[in-house]
Nanobody, 125 residues
Framework: QVQLVESGGGVVQVGGSLRLSCTVS????????INWFRQAPGKERELLSA????????DYADTVKGRFNISRSNALHTVYLLKNILKTEDTTVYYC??????????????????WGKGSLVTVSS
């Protein structure tokens, strides 16, 4: 059973920073590629970033490139998403997803094997 738990959400001011964590409870965490998504009310879930099993390959959506930074600690079974220069439109629920592969990313949410329950981020002006 693979379980993902997001944490670190909360309220932050416009222009501020926030770091989300995704902790995965599986013995073979280093075998999993991890993706971050977000979903605003009434919209489809949006792919933000992906990281390979060892952090050697990383990808970002154009909407967050230059502002968000993904990293991982295999020792802690955790992937991080550092979000900088936050905007009000970044207010939404953020999800992490895992797939057992060295590298895996897809905008199709059905391609992801496992999901967390999400963490709400509110950017206030």
């Amino acid at each position: 059973q693979v379980q993902l738990v997001e944490s670190g959400g909360g309220v932050v001011q416009v222009g501020g920073s926030l770091r989300l964590s995704c902790t995965v409870s599986v013995l073979t965490f280093s075998c999993y590629a991890i993706n971050w998504f977000r979903q605003a009310p009434g919209k489809e879930r949006e792919l933000l970033s992906a990281i390979s099993w060892n952090g050697g390959r990383i990808d970002y959506a154009d909407t967050v490139k230059g502002r968000f930074n993904i990293s991982r600690s295999n020792a802690l079974h955790t992937v991080y998403l550092l979000k900088n220069i936050l905007k009000t439109e970044d207010t939404t629920v953020y999800y992490c997803a895992a797939d057992r592969a060295p590298w895996h990313t897809s905008t199709n949410t059905r391609d992801m094997g496992y999901w967390g329950k999400g963490s709400l981020v509110t950017v206030s002006s």
